[in-house]
């Protein structure tokens, strides 16, 4: 019944910065793991940032030092910093929440970056 709700995709020329929130609601108090994930057409999906509930994060070696996760945990939610975008950040991005045994995945929000 816990669900992921993204928001803060569009549409931004290169070297421009989005922020993506994901929101979860449901019988739910907190969730161990919450991250990022992307995906380009045609492509596998791929883990661009995670964060624990201790504030411990992860990120893909192509977004580090442009990209930035952060949580709060009392809500659930994490945001996606992104700076510095270019045109190959470009894809669906999903919010997943690693709460086990279980997942959870968001409905997905489209970042285009432009050149």
């Known amino acids: 019944q816990v669900a992921l709700v993204e928001s803060g995709g569009g549409v931004v020329q290169a070297g421009g910065s989005l922020r993506l929130s994901c929101e979860a609601s449901?019988?739910?108090?907190?969730?161990?793991?919450m991250g990022w994930y992307r995906q380009a057409p045609g492509k596998q999906r791929e883990l661009v940032a995670a964060?624990?509930?201790?504030?411990?994060?992860n990120y893909a070696d192509s977004v580090k030092g442009r990209f930035t996760i952060s949580r709060d945990n009392a809500k659930n939610t994490v945001c996606l910093q992104m700076n510095s975008l270019k045109p190959e950040d470009t894809g669906v991005y999903y919010c997943?929440?690693?709460?086990?045994?279980?997942?959870?995945w968001g409905q997905g929000t489209q970042v285009t970056v432009s050149s």
């Open positions: 997943k929440g690693w709460d086990p045994p279980r997942n959870y």
């Open positions: 449901g019988r739910v108090f907190s969730i161990d793991v």
């Open positions: 964060i624990t509930r201790g504030g411990i994060t």
